[in-house]
């Protein structure tokens, strides 16, 4: 059988997958396949180990949605089915039982930074002439931190910190509060503003948003992992009061996990 190659044309596909332990047939395993299937998900997470892609991530579930959790990252769109079901296969049949799912893929903000707004920046913030020395030097670091900030968006390496929390979420499309009413401009001016809030999280927060238009049931899943749980609180709640938030934002469910490689995720969940 001969897969489909299935690429963007730029950025990569992700994954996130929650699931509950069926504790009633995994207590009927021997110790021994309990030791398999623990081997077994070690050299998955072996095998798909690079930086950006293809990865596997594993997780604890922490709250009673589900009980562990995975983010697979690949190039093409079979990949991140590969690594699903080597995940899956990893563990005794029926131990498993899905819980929820989100298909997305990496992008660029539909606002991002142009030369345009570089040079107007330069311009009227900074004072600076165009053409100047001082103008052409500003103008190449600003370039060079837009494409590493295009890259890191496109192609992800998000840390290994303690604690990850995904949420997918919606621009609403209601009445007077539809987002996609709005002219580009106004729906510009207000993701800067939500940018300037996320940005005071520096260090606290790093987050990957995907975009799942047209190929999930919401539009963006947010990823936000961190060193500390009131870090996560800290950063929604202010965002409540953004307005791209108070007024136009819809959220779906909230999952919280801990960052966990197989053995200590074992131990953990007690398997």
Not at 7 to 19: A, P, T
Not at 192 to 207: C, D, E, L, N, P
Request: some cysteine.
């Amino acid at each position: 059988m001969s897969i489909p190659i299935v690429k963007l044309s730029r950025g990569i596909h992700v994954m996130h997958q929650f699931y509950r332990i069926d504790r009633l047939r995994w207590s009927a395993l021997s110790e021994s396949a309990r030791g398999e299937a623990l081997a077994c998900l070690q050299a998955v997470r072996a095998r798909y180990a690079a930086a950006s892609h293809p990865r596997i991530c594993t997780y604890a579930n922490v709250g009673g949605k589900a009980d562990l959790a995975f983010i697979a990252y690949a190039s093409e769109l079979a990949g991140v089915g590969e690594i699903h079901r080597a995940f899956e296969a990893a563990f005794p049949v029926g131990t498993l039982a899905p819980v929820y799912s989100y298909l997305s893929v990496t992008e660029l903000p539909e606002y991002v930074t142009t030369e345009e707004d570089m040079k107007n920046t330069l311009v009227h913030a900074e004072k600076l002439e165009p053409g100047g020395e001082a103008f052409e030097k500003r103008m190449a670091e600003m370039r060079a931190r837009q494409a590493e900030y295009e890259h890191y968006r496109l192609y992800p390496e998000l840390p290994d910190w303690e604690v990850m929390a995904f949420y997918p979420m919606n621009k609403r499309r209601q009445g007077g509060d539809n987002w996609y009413a709005l002219d580009f401009a106004a729906r510009k001016k207000l993701m800067a503003g939500h940018a300037r809030v996320g940005r005071k999280f520096s260090g606290r927060i790093t987050q990957l948003i995907t975009g799942s238009t047209g190929i999930d049931d919401w539009e963006w899943g947010v990823t936000l992992v961190a060193h500390q749980t009131d870090a996560l609180k800290e950063i929604v709640y202010e965002m409540r009061f953004d307005e791209v938030s108070a007024r136009y934002g819809e959220f779906g469910p909230f999952y919280v996990n801990l960052r966990l490689d197989p053995g200590d995720l074992w131990v953990h969940l007690g398997l």
